[in-house]
T-cell receptor
Framework: GENVEQHPSTLSVQEGDSAVIKCTYSDSASNYFPWYKQELGKRPQLIID?????GEKKDQRIAVTLNKTAKHFSLHITETQPEDSAVYFCAASKGGAGGSYIPTFGRGTSLIVHP | DGGITQSPKYLFRKEGQNVTLSCEQNLNHDAMYWYRQDPGQGLRLIYY???????QKGDIAEGYSVSREKKESFPLTVTSAQKNPTAFYLCASSNRLADEQFFGPGTRLTVL
């Protein structure tokens, strides 16, 4: 089955700095890569996702890059703010023809943004 | 608020008792999931269901049971066979297995 590794487990930055979280996956057939943000005591929510037909996607201060050859994808947050402090989860799954399988999640990264 | 609800928010149980966690969605999603979340462990899949009257075991199904009699509902029973049930439980749904998941607010279960 799919295996997703996520690093680092904890990331501490100063407000205004950039933050990068990296994930690797094992199954080259995976083609959907979402990122979820979970604030303390709340539910995880999708913040950005990417499919394997593109290499990069941006949404304001957040971007995700995908390297299919190396089987890794990364979340980039620029100009970090204290409200970015949360746990971030990556996931990988395969959809489309030929069947689909459930997302496999990374273990999460606790991002702390210091004012 | 996302169209998926869980109840109760907090649940206390004595050892040896079974307890059922509720999960309801009005998003017309086919797929539903149950996850367990422990500090530093991420999201671990307990059970999932792609369609009514069908469900599959996830990575940590031992000591848990589910049913999917209606599309909208996917209750989870934590049985007395679950050795360490104290955790935060999240229910989720998606249109299909590989699509974006929508999570419920979670139930925090504490065994006394």
């Amino acid at each position: 089955g799919e295996n997703v590794e996520q690093h680092p487990s904890t990331l501490s930055v100063q407000e205004g700095d950039s933050a990068v979280i990296k994930c690797t996956y094992s199954d080259s057939a995976s083609n959907y890569f979402p990122w979820y943000k979970q604030e303390l005591g709340k539910r995880p929510q999708l913040i950005i996702d990417i499919r394997s037909n593109v290499g990069e996607k941006k949404d304001q201060r957040i971007a995700v890059t995908l390297n299919k050859t190396a089987k890794h994808f990364s979340l980039h947050i620029t100009e970090t703010q204290p409200e970015d402090s949360a746990v971030y989860f990556c996931a990988a799954s395969k959809g489309g023809a030929g069947g689909s399988y459930i997302p496999t999640f990374g273990r999460g990264t606790s991002l702390i943004v210091h004012p | 608020d996302g169209g998926i609800t869980q109840s109760p928010k907090y649940l206390f149980r004595k050892e040896g008792q079974n307890v059922t966690l509720s999960c309801e969605q009005n998003l017309n999603h086919d797929a539903m999931y149950w996850y367990r979340q422990d500090p530093g462990q991420g999201l671990r899949l307990i059970y999932y269901s792609q369609i009514v009257n069908d469900f599959q075991k996830g990575d940590i199904a031992e000591g848990y049971s589910v049913s999917r009699e209606k599309k909208e509902s996917f209750p989870l029973t934590v049985t007395s066979a679950q050795k360490n049930p104290t955790a935060f439980y999240l229910c989720a749904s998606s249109n299909r297995l590989a699509d974006e998941q929508f999570f419920g607010p979670g139930t925090r279960l504490t065994v006394l």
